[in-house]
T-cell receptor, first 113, second 114 residues
Framework: SQKIEQNSEALNIQEGKTATLTCNYT??????LQWYRQDPGRGPVFLLL?????KEKRKERLKVTFDTTLKQSLFHITASQPADSATYLC????????????FGTGTLLAVQP | NAGVTQTPKFRILKIGQSMTLQCAQD?????MYWYRQDPGMGLKLIYY???????DKGEVPNGYNVSRSTTEDFPLRLELAAPSQTSVYFC?????????????FGPGTRLTVL
């Protein structure tokens, strides 16, 4: 069956450290993978997109990697701040159905001051 | 620009009642989506639309209906509310002309069916 999985346990880290979140998928051949941030009581907000032929994408303190062999994307936040505390969702665009997104369950990140 | 707006923000329904969740956008985006998000779960696609007059089912369409008469509006209808439809509902649009662009989400409607 097709699955997209994120660590369901909350990730707790100290301010200033690098947070690394994982997104694994099975039985998909995604053309694109996106990461969203969701704060409590709000809709998701787009952060980054990476294509299947890209290994890495950066935006300020954010970095995303995409390994189609391992079927995995890693999302890094460097020099983390308490304001980075939120739930982070990965979403993939299945190959051939490019007008839909399949979302993971999200990982809650808590950055302690 | 207001972006994507949803009304109401909260609603409590009794079993068997019906209601319409409203979604409006002012970004002139062709693609619009309805998702539901249950606690601790990811977003599940209910219905989507690629333009006015065109709609299609997503992953969990049972118990819902949609219409798209204009580019701006994409209402979601619940005809016979059931407790299983207790959830947070998000409307989203697809930005730009390229299908892999980002989606823009509304603030959500929290629905409880008792």
């Amino acid at each position: 069956s097709q699955k997209i999985e994120q660590n369901s346990e909350a990730l707790n880290i100290q301010e200033g450290k690098t947070a690394t979140l994982t997104c694994n998928y099975t039985n998909y051949s995604p053309a694109y993978l996106q990461w969203y941030r969701q704060d409590p009581g709000r809709g998701p907000v787009f952060l980054l997109l990476i294509r299947e032929n890209e290994k890495e994408k950066r935006k300020e303190r954010l970095k995303v990697t995409f390994d189609t062999t391992l079927k995995q994307s890693l999302f890094h936040i460097t020099a983390s701040q308490p304001a980075d505390s939120a739930t982070y969702l990965c979403a993939l665009t299945p190959g051939g159905a490019t007008n839909k997104l399949i979302f993971g369950t999200g990982t809650l990140l808590a950055v302690q001051p | 620009n207001a972006g994507v707006t949803q009304t109401p923000k909260f609603r409590i329904l009794k079993i068997g009642q019906s209601m319409t969740l409203q979604c409006a956008q002012d970004m002139n985006h062709n693609y619009m989506y309805w998702y539901r998000q249950d606690p601790g779960m990811g977003l599940k696609l209910i219905y989507y639309s690629v333009g006015a007059g065109i709609t299609d089912k997503g992953e969990v369409p049972n118990g819902y209906n949609v219409s798209r008469s204009t580019t701006e509006d994409f209402p979601l209808r619940l005809e016979l509310a059931a407790p299983s439809q207790t959830s947070v509902y998000f409307c989203a649009t697809l930005g730009g002309q390229r299908l892999y662009n980002e989606q823009f989400f509304g603030p959500g409607t929290r629905l409880t069916v008792l």
